[in-house]
Structure formats: C-alpha cells, structure tokens
C-alpha cells in the first residue's frame, strides 16, 4: 500500500522553540518523491521541498531542514528558532509510479509568542 | 506570474443542485491537477490533465463528478446533483514539465470550498 503518516495531529510551540514534525510513508515502488507543503490560513498550499529516494542528502534551508531515512521510511522535518508566521499546516506527501501525489493528514503548528 | 487562480472561493448550494467550480491555473503550466480536502485531513486526488487531456481520475470521482479542460488553459469541475458528503473544499493545482516527468513540484490555488446544505 502507498500510505503517509503524520502521527501529529497538532504541535504547540513557543516562539524561539525548535519544533520537529514526523512523517513515515510506504511504498513499494523503488522509485518515488516526496514532498512537504505548508497550508498557511489563507488556504493556498505552498511547496517547501522534494527529494527523490536516490537522495538521502539532508537537507538545511534557513531555519528549515529535512532529514530523510530510507531504512525508517521517514522524512521529518525541523523547524530551527520556530516564528509566529509558521503557524500553519504542514503536509508529507508522496508521489510514486504515475502522477497522483498523496498527502499525509496534515500536522497543525501552532506557534505561540 | 499571477498563481493560480479558483473561483469562487465560496459556494453554498442545496442538496441535488449542480455546481460548477473554475481552476485558471498559471499560464504557461502543462499539468492541472484537481483534489479535494475535507476538514483535518490531506489533499485527495481526483483527477489530472496533461494540456487538454484527462489522463488519470481517482476512484473518488464518481459519475457526478465531470472535469474540463478544453483548450489546456483554464479548467472546469462539476458535481450534478450534490449530496452533503461532497462538501469540501476543492483545491487545483498547475505544474510546468517535460515528457514523463513526475517529480514536479505543484502550484496550488486557494481552493473553493463548497457546502452542500
């Protein structure tokens, strides 16, 4: 089966606080990507980044980063010295054989001041 | 580069009434994607178009559901005869690529969320 999970429903930080958010995938297929979004309260989800299986490079962004494990299916993502304009929704998703790309159920940060 | 643009954003329409939703996606896109979201959970897949061409759609789409994409710019999504569960928001999304590739990232609208009453 080609499934994400988020296990975090919703994550409460406060400002300055580091905050990490979990997302597992299964796949059979050799091949795949996966991806986070960022759901902000407008609504519009806006790419953050990819990475194709072949690359297990972690990845750092500013104040983001990503470490993706192949042998534990995961692709967590860590938000550095977390900002009020974080707060959102952020979504795993993966994207494998055709071009349908599935989304995880989503974790709400919430980043307090 | 103006995004990606869905009306309405709102729709409120009574059980059995069709609707229809526009997706004008980013102008030089190939790819237009459609899925829906319901409250506390992901995108859902329901279909995709390669230009004009429907090339894939998600068990989800029932025969209610029909999508457009006429001349490989803006596209259509309608549901006859709406039922309380297709209440949600419906979100498109446009990607620009070449050939077969499947790692592109997706430019999504702000959706239109519809509530079948």
């Known amino acids: 089966a080609q499934k994400v999970t988020q296990a975090q429903t919703e994550i409460s930080v406060v400002e300055k606080e580091d905050v990490t958010l979990d997302c597992v995938y299964e796949?059979?297929?050799?091949?795949?990507?996966l991806f986070w979004y960022k759901q902000p309260p407008s609504g519009e989800l806006v790419f953050l980044i990819r990475r194709n299986s072949f690359d297990e490079q972690n990845e750092i962004s500013g104040r983001y980063s990503w470490n993706f494990q192949k042998s534990t299916s995961s692709f967590n993502f860590t938000i550095t010295a977390s900002q009020v304009v974080d707060s959102a929704v952020y979504f795993c998703a993966l994207r494998f054989g055709g071009f349908k790309t599935i989304f995880g159920a989503g974790t709400r940060l919430f980043v307090k001041a | 580069d103006t995004g990606v643009s869905q009306n309405p954003r709102h729709k409120i329409t009574k059980r059995g009434q069709n609707v229809t939703f526009r997706c004008d996606p980013i102008s030089e896109h190939n790819r237009l994607y459609w899925y829906r979201q319901t409250l506390g959970q992901g995108p859902e897949f329901l279909t995709y178009?390669?230009?004009?061409?429907?090339?894939?759609k998600s068990r989800l789409l029932s025969d209610r559901f029909s999508a457009e994409r006429p001349k490989g710019s803006f596209s259509t999504l309608e549901i006859q005869r709406t039922e309380q569960g297709d209440s949600a928001m419906y979100l498109c999304?446009?990607?620009?690529?070449?050939?077969?590739?499947?790692?592109?990232?997706?430019?999504f609208g702000s959706g239109t969320q519809l509530s079948v009453l």
């Open positions: 999304a446009s990607s620009l690529t070449s050939g077969l590739s499947t790692n592109e990232k997706l430019f």
């Open positions: 178009f390669q230009n004009e061409a429907q090339l894939e």
């Open positions: 796949t059979r297929d050799t091949t795949y990507y």
